[in-house]
């Protein structure tokens, strides 16, 4: 279902730290609408639909597409 490669697409060495980029990246991803909140919600759903087929794998789709976009 998920797919991981341990590789970096690009080396990335910052200076120093930065807090206000890190919190508008912690928000991007743990907020309310941010990616691990969107994942949880379409997997949630796609567990609880009793309609099998297409739908279903389409919400179970998009829950992974997510999941690997905070991957």
């Given at each position: 279902m998920f797919f991981h490669r341990?590789?970096?697409q690009y080396r990335a060495?910052?200076?120093q730290p930065d807090a206000v980029?890190?919190?508008k990246l912690q928000e991007v991803l743990g907020g309310q609408y941010?990616?691990?909140s969107v994942a949880m919600q379409y997997m949630f759903q796609g567990w609880n639909m009793h309609v099998p087929g297409k739908y279903r794998?389409?919400?179970f789709g998009i829950g992974a597409e997510e999941f690997g976009h905070v991957e």
């Open positions: 341990q590789e970096l060495t910052p200076e980029y890190a919190r941010g990616e691990i794998d389409m919400v």
